[in-house]
């Protein structure tokens, strides 16, 4: 199914920064009308509320505070295009002391997050007519990392929970986009001690406008990324996609 940004209403999380920010830079360069920019500290988005003006509108929300998405709800009812975004990254091995504890703060915010906000957006995109949800996942919802473990788990329940998205939006007029992105050069590379390698972000916002165009399911948008899925591209065509 695809999805043109054009003149599109759009709803990004975590979208003071890094992905987030450049997604929304990525959208009104493609023609977006108007993106709630959905951060937990309003104050966040000055910058991009003084580019952009009345195109952008910032929004509160907090994912380990379900009361906010439902409060976003009722201020974005006019989107047609949701960009799950904003998640958590807290570095941590299987034994680690503090491993538990890690992926129940990441479970929280990136796994029931997700849940959530797919569970209060998906009637207001069908109520617009249709449009797409993307999720950001990770190539570390494929494979698990040593030092994310944790993280890496979270992103898998979210990977799995996209796939059963986007099956169940397709008949509601909703395209389902899963990005994996890699190393990307934002403070969550920093905190996982990737920045070596780390690519900048415009490769996903960019990517992200190219893929629900094409209609696409999966987007592994940089380098490490590619390799990811040109090893992964039979198993998914023939077994997710199918």
């Known amino acids: 199914m695809s999805v043109d940004i054009k003149d599109k209403i759009a709803l990004v999380t975590g979208a003071n920064r890094g992905i987030g920010a450049s997604i929304v830079e990525s959208f009104f360069a493609a023609g977006a009308k108007k993106i709630y920019a959905a951060v937990r500290q309003l104050d966040s988005a000055?910058?991009?509320?003084?580019?952009?003006?009345?195109?952008?509108?910032?929004?509160?929300?907090?994912?380990?505070?379900?009361?906010?998405?439902?409060?976003?709800?009722k201020t974005a009812a006019d989107v047609q295009v949701v960009v799950n975004n904003a998640g958590v990254l807290i570095p941590a091995t299987p034994l680690a002391d503090d491993a538990e504890q890690n992926?129940?703060?990441?479970?929280?915010?990136?796994?029931?997050?997700?849940?959530?906000?797919a569970k209060v957006m998906t009637p207001i995109?069908?109520?617009?007519?249709?449009?797409?949800?993307?999720?950001?996942?990770?190539?570390?919802?494929?494979?698990?990392?040593?030092?994310?473990?944790?993280?890496?788990a979270s992103k898998a329940a979210t990977y799995s929970i996209t796939q059963g998205?986007?099956?169940?939006?397709?008949?509601?007029?909703?395209?389902?986009?899963?990005v994996h992105p890699g190393p990307i050069d934002t403070n969550m590379a920093a905190t996982g001690g990737m920045t070596d390698i780390a690519e900048p972000t415009s490769v996903v916002s960019e990517g992200i406008v190219a893929a629900l165009k094409a209609g696409d399911f999966h987007l592994f948008p940089d380098s490490m990324a590619k390799d990811f899925g040109q090893a992964f591209h039979s198993y998914a065509k023939e077994i997710i996609e199918s």
């Open 46 to 73: 000055k910058e991009l509320t003084e580019k952009y003006g009345d195109k952008l509108v910032p929004v509160h929300l907090d994912l380990e505070k379900p009361e906010t998405i439902q409060e976003l709800a």
């Open 103 to 117: 992926l129940q703060q990441e479970l929280t915010i990136n796994t029931f997050g997700l849940l959530r906000v």
């Open 125 to 152: 995109i069908e109520s617009n007519g249709g449009g797409a949800f993307v999720q950001l996942n990770s190539v570390a919802s494929i494979k698990n990392f040593l030092g994310l473990t944790t993280y890496s």
């Open 165 to 178: 998205l986007r099956e169940e939006l397709s008949d509601k007029g909703i395209a389902v986009l899963s």
